[in-house]
């Protein structure tokens, strides 16, 4: 499934998203030969400096890391980005820093080395000052400005969902000329505290990324679809093609890979651009820009939704499960056991919430419209 990203020709929306997994030419070389649409190097800034020991922690859903940028300095991205690029691929280099001069600085090099386009990695979750930035639609508006006024190549900009009002951000992108927006960075996090030495797992603040924050990175592509006439691409627990359709169907027009490689290799990467072109196959798509946005009209503001006479299914349902979550999750009471095998939901104490069906391991519950 071929996808058209920002005026990049993509042979798949799966993008590798920006991480240490990118942090030079081999690597990158190796992350576009995976065969996703285009690689995005770890984030690029004019002063690298020493990683801190340890930085990533994983608790079994999702990470938390204090990983900072490349270690390479900017000229030697002129070597990486030959290496990168010696078997072709669409690479995007992603940079940051702390004013617009020395942004565009860093992307117009970039911009010389061979990058496609342009990533401003300005809503990292690590430290304070960039998070600012990510939540100011005025800073992020002069950032890009800068940026794209200084290269011909195009220019996303990361999105934070730690930002009070992404889509606000969104718009002062467009305004500025950028070409499309990445949503979401990793979200500001502490993963958990050891309680026997009183010490939270890593150091400092971090960005947590992986499966438990997918529904919020759906929850930003789809505000910004709605909100903004602008590319996106969708970033955020992909773990696989499913996940990725169901951000395309948001209004991402690709998406972005990184704790899922992180945590399974490279392979993982083709797998999901495999199923991916499989499914295209198998119903008739052979650009995701097809299916873009097409869960949208399905998504109604909380006051369009219509209260319907809904509960669950009443008759007796015969259930060997026997775990009885139906009983355990019902805060009205409504779900009862009458016979060993055979539950009963009573239509006048069920409000039709609907967790039930979600909670059935044999898939016995549903609604009764
Ligand atoms: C170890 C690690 C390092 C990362 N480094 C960068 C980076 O240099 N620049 C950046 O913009 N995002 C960075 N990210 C964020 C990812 O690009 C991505 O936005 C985030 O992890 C959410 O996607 P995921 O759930 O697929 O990982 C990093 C993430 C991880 C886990």
């Known amino acids: ?38 690689v995005i190097t770890e984030t690029i800034v004019s002063e690298p400096i020493l990683d801190v020991r340890p930085r990533i922690a994983y608790n079994g859903m999702g990470a938390q890391n204090i990983r900072l940028y490349s270690d390479v300095q900017i000229e030697g991205w002129e070597r990486e980005m030959e290496i990168a690029k010696s078997k072709g691929g669409i690479v995007i280099a992603s940079v940051s820093a702390h004013t617009p001069s020395e942004l565009a600085y860093l992307a117009v090099k970039m911009e010389k080395y061979g990058a496609d386009g342009i990533e401003l990695g300005i809503s990292t979750p690590m430290g304070e000052s960039l998070e600012v930035v990510a939540s100011d639609p005025e800073e992020v508006y002069q950032m890009t400005k800068s940026v ?35 949503a979401i960075n990793a979200i500001r996090c502490i993963l958990g505290v050891d309680i026997k030495t009183a010490t939270p797992l890593l150091p400092t603040y971090g960005g947590y990324s992986g499966p438990p924050i997918k529904p919020l990175g759906l929850a930003s592509v789809a505000s910004l679809a709605q909100a903004v006439e602008l ?65 949208l009209e399905k998504l109604k503001s909380f006051e369009e939704i219509k209260v319907e006479p809904i509960t669950c299914k009443t008759l007796p349902i015969s259930c060997a499960a026997g775990c009885d979550n139906c009983i355990k ?26 967790l039930c069906t979600f909670v059935c391991p044999v898939d016995k519950l549903y609604l009764n419209w």
């Not at 993008?15 to 990118?22: E, F, Q, R, S």
């Not at 805060?331 to 409000?351: F, Q």
Request: aromatic content about 4%; glycine content about 12%; overall charge negative.
């Open 148 to 182: 794209v006024e200084n290269v011909k190549i195009p220019v996303m900009v990361k999105l934070s969902q730690n930002s009070t009002n992404i889509s606000r951000v969104a718009k002062e992108v467009k305004r500025a000329g950028g070409s499309g927006v990445s």
């Open 329 to 354: 999750v019902c805060i009205y009471g409504a779900v009862s056991r009458i016979l060993d095998g055979e539950m009963m939901i009573d239509s006048e104490s069920c409000t039709g919430c609907g």
């Open 1 to 38: 499934m071929k996808t058209i990203f920002m005026g990049l020709q993509l042979k798949s929306p799966v993008i590798v998203a920006a991480g240490p997994w990118n942090r030079d030419g081999e690597s990158i070389r190796k992350s576009l030969e995976t065969g996703a649409g285009a």
């Open 231 to 295: 590319p996106i691409c969708g970033i955020g627990g992909i773990e696989s093609y499913e996940n990725a359709l169901e951000y395309i169907l948001l209004g991402a027009s690709a998406v972005q890979v990184g704790t899922a490689l992180m945590l399974n290799g490279r392979p993982h990467i083709t797998k999901i651009v495999e199923d991916l072109d499989r499914w295209g196959d198998e119903n008739g798509v052979q650009d995701a820009r097809e299916i873009k946005g097409n869960a």
